[in-house]
């Protein structure tokens, strides 16, 4: 039998080690992301089959029944960029496509790309979850925690084309640096994730408290909370793909409300629209009625109970 050469050996080494330092816990983890990732697609192929009653087209069928509504735009830009041709483009901040154009340099398709960067991003998304609870909490409900964010019914939006699992993975990623007290990391994340999605926002109060926390624990000031003010990079970002498309910054607000009809109101005016819509069509009533009433209202609890039981940040 051959001896394994040098570079074989010291490849095995490494590998080795890399094991050897990360937990138990998460190859745990990283064992339930890459299951659930296999039972979503052959889920998907069989449903496929099911209801269309035809075989899923060859190739990369099986990855294509998931392309739908925004992945598709996704991949265009990562195909052809932004353009003044297509300004409904603007709509869709620029980091998720972004990286899969990078990753499609490698792969030699944007939508396996798109596959290869979201379960990625889920992959590093749970890893940093798992360990942002343990934080808080003990290893069972960490482990717990993660388990239930896996097979969440909508949890799916995570393994294919969207930018949920990117968004999920920097914001998380912000939240740890900063509960770790590494503020540069926690602003830069921050920034890319406000690159990513509208919801990037959020991290601006969020980092906020974390800082105002460690200052009532600490009782002294440090320089490395103004990390926080980068966020906004991001948003700036966007706003600038926005005024280079269409000569408007704030285009966008234009299109929310176009095509989307969509517009800013208070909270309560949205809750009362859901409890009007409730009288519509069945399906209607369901969907932008019921549904929204009920997940608004348990939002609304999830977040006083977090808010007493867990840490402000």
Known sequence: MNEPGPERSTMMTRWGAVVRRLPTEDWLVIGWVFATEIILLIFGVRSFHMIEDKRVPAHLGWLEIWNRWDALH????????????????????????????????????????????????????????????????????????????????????????????????????????????????????????????????????????????????????????????IVPAGFAVYLFLNWRISGDPFAFLKMRKQLFHMSFSWPWIGIKSAIGNMHRTPNEAEIVGGEEFFATILMLVCAIISWIKMRPS
Not at 116 to 135: C, K, N, Y
Not at 165 to 171: D, E, H, I, R
Not at 208 to 216: F, R, S
């Open 74 to 229: 996704f991949q265009r830009i990562a195909e052809a960029g932004y353009s003044a041709s297509d300004k409904l483009k603007a709509w869709f901040y620029p980091l998720y496509p972004w990286c899969v154009r990078w990753t499609a340099y490698l792969t030699g398709s944007t939508l396996v790309a798109a596959f290869v960067v979201s379960g990625i991003a889920l992959l590093v998304a749970a890893l940093i979850f798992r360990r942002l609870i343990a934080l808080d909490f003990s290893t069972d409900v960490a482990r717990r925690g993660v388990w239930f964010f896996l097979i969440f019914p909508t949890a799916y939006y995570l393994h294919i084309g969207y930018t949920e699992s990117l968004f999920l993975a920097l914001v998380l990623g912000s939240i740890f640096a900063a509960r770790k007290e590494r503020w540069w990391l926690a602003g830069v994340l921050g920034a890319l994730s406000w690159a990513t999605r509208a919801n990037g926002i959020i991290l601006l109060p969020t980092l906020a408290m974390e800082a105002g926390h460690q200052w009532y624990v600490q009782k002294r000031w440090r320089w490395q909370w103004l990390w926080i003010a």
